[in-house]
């Protein structure tokens, strides 16, 4: 496992890190004993650092690693959560208000409930589950923020940039108001790439790229009959519906084509592509298997992505927001 910097803090994060939505079992059954193991056999091979949010089951994810992190016996372990607001904006919103979306009563109340179920006595870092941009303007969130840091329930501070916004934390990042930014960065999804991580180039701050594999369509394993074989109240059921399913596929099918001659599989191409930028920080794909675990470290090697590839990518990216 490789090791980067996590923006000012001084900590050395492992580039891959584990995604802890599908243990929370929005996006299927889950087991928490299986879940336990598996987040302890990621701890073993090299994993230090774990992404969770209370929304993620319903508190379920935190509370499962809580209890891995508790029950580990090993070295340090960075637990990232987040709080949503009081009222998410609607998709189509471009430039929705920010001020009142976490007041200081909300935030406390959130924290403390995190605090509960992961069993700690400060959080490593909370992240505002949904940044808007008017947020550079609107500071109650950062005052209650630093309040609760200067409290010591607190320790940094991050933001997860709404889906498919990547130029919302450009001013963000530039102001260096917060730790850490997460956002959507894959095959499809390239433009963080640009502004959004060059944006303050001197002092950036850490960013975590989610949805390395597009909710599993870049894992290359999907098929015709894939769609049919999810649950109904199944996260990539509700996103995948309709004909985005097959037009996904096809864009999927075109990207291994193009692929093929350099990686055997679709997945190891998507996530070389997110560590191939030395401005990820870490990358934090879903897992829920130790066979998952596996496949994820195995690309953290420090492998060069071939530059011809890469030149090629641009016409494939394909921006979306399949949560509307």
Known sequence: MRYRSFGDTGWQVSEIGFGAWQIGGDWGDTDDAASIRTLHHAFERGINFVDTAQMYGRGRSESVV????????????????????????GVEENAPQMRGRYPPWHLRHAVEASLRRLRVDHLDILQLHCWILKGTEELDWLETL????????VDRIGVSIRDYRPEDGVELAKLGLVSAIQVVFNLFEQRPGGALFNANPLNPPAFIARVPLDSGALSGTWTDDTYASWSRDSVPHKLFRGERFAETLARV???KELCAPYYPTLAEAAMRYTLSTPRTTTVIPGMRSIREV????????????????????????WPRNYYR
């Open 146 to 153: 630093n309040a609760l840091r200067r409290e010591g329930k």
């Open 66 to 89: 809580g209890e891995a992190v508790r029950t580990w016996r090993g070295g340090r372990i960075y637990v990232a959560t987040k709080v949503q607001p009081t009222a998410w904006p």
């Open 294 to 317: 596996d496949m994820n470290v195995a690309y953290s090697d420090g492998e060069a992505f071939p530059v011809e590839l890469l030149e090629t990518l641009p016409i494939h990216a």
């Open 253 to 255: 099918e075109a990207l």
